[in-house]
């Protein structure tokens, strides 16, 4: 992953190397955190019956 703005580029997100006003995720914020950790999986003891289901 890779700083645009150090070779002269400039790209829309918080955590940038310079101080804006920027105060909500951009796509290169959750471009990068997919990138670092990957897509979420399914939360744990999720059944996928829905939310308050009985069986």
Do not use: E, K, W
Request: glycine share 16%.
């Amino acid at each position: 992953m890779g700083h645009p703005d150090d070779i002269g580029q400039t790209v829309a997100a918080i955590m940038n190397a310079f101080i804006s006003d920027t105060d909500v995720l951009q796509v290169d914020d959750i471009a990068g955190v997919l990138t670092n950790y990957g897509r979420p999986g399914p939360a744990p003891g999720a059944t996928g019956s829905g939310a308050g289901s009985r069986s």
